[in-house]
C-alpha cells in the first residue's frame, strides 16, 4: 500500500513517512520526524522534532508530539521523543520532547491516549494504558503496563503509577500509586485493590488475594512503610505480582500515596 499524503500537508524533504501511511490536510511533519509503517494522521497534526513514531499509530485532530519542552530548565541540545506501535492519541493530545542534551520521552506500545491529555517531558509511558480526557502528566512521570488515569487527573512530576493501578477523575496525584491499587481524592489516596483491572487482565485469584492482604498491611495496620513491607515478605505468598509491589514500594522515592 502507498503513502497517502493529501496536498495541504508540509512534509519536510528529510522526513521519512513509511509505507501505507497516511497524511492529511494540513499536517505538517518536520525534517527529523520519522514515521513507521501505516500510520494514520487525520487532520492539523503537528510532528516535530527528533521524533520517531512505530507502526500503526492513528492521530487525531490537532494533536502535537514532539515539541520542545515547556520547562525552564532546557538549555539547548539535541533531545527526543519516541513512540511505539499502534498507539491511539485523539484530538489535541501534546507530547513534549525531553528537557536536557541527549534525554528522551518514551511512550511504549497499544496505550489508549483520550483527548487533550498531555504527556510532559520526560515521561515514561508503558504498554496499553488508557489515559481519559484532560489527563494531565507533569515532567518525569512514570506510568507502568495496563494502568488507567482518570480524566482531569494531574500527576505531580517524578511521581510513579504501577502496573494495573487505576487513578480516578480530577485525582491530584503527589505521590506514587502503587502496582494493582485504586487511588482517588485531593490528595489522591489508595482506597483498595484494583480488582476489575487484575481480573480484565487475567491475575490469578490466588495472586489477587495475597495483594488484597498486602494492601490491607501497608494501607490499614498502621505500620511504617519498611515495616510493612518486611511483613509482606515474610507472611505472604510470593507471588511475581506480591514481588513486583514490593520491588515497587522500595524504589519509590516520593513515598507511596496513602
Known sequence: MNRQI???????????IGEGCQVGPYCIIGEHVSLGPNCKL???IVIDGHTKLGEGNEIFPFASIGLKTQDLKWKGGMTRTEIGDFNTFREYVTIHSATSDGEVTVVGNHNHILAYCHLAHNVVLGNRIIMSNVATLAGHVTV?????????????????IGKMAIVGGCSKVVQDVPPFMMADGNPAQTRTVNKVGMERNGISEEAQSAL???YKIIFREGLTVSNALQKIESELPQFEEIKHLLKFARSSERGLSK
Not at 144 to 160: I, K, M, P
Request: hydrophobic share 40%; proline share 6%.
Open 6 to 16: 493529501h496536498p495541504t500537508a508540509v512534509v519536510h524533504p528529510g522526513a521519512q
Open 212 to 214: 488484597k492482604s498486602a
Open 42 to 44: 487525520h487532520s492539523h
Open 144 to 160: 507502568e503496563d495496563h494502568a488507567v488515569v482518570g480524566g482531569l487527573a494531574a500527576v505531580h512530576q517524578f511521581c510513579r
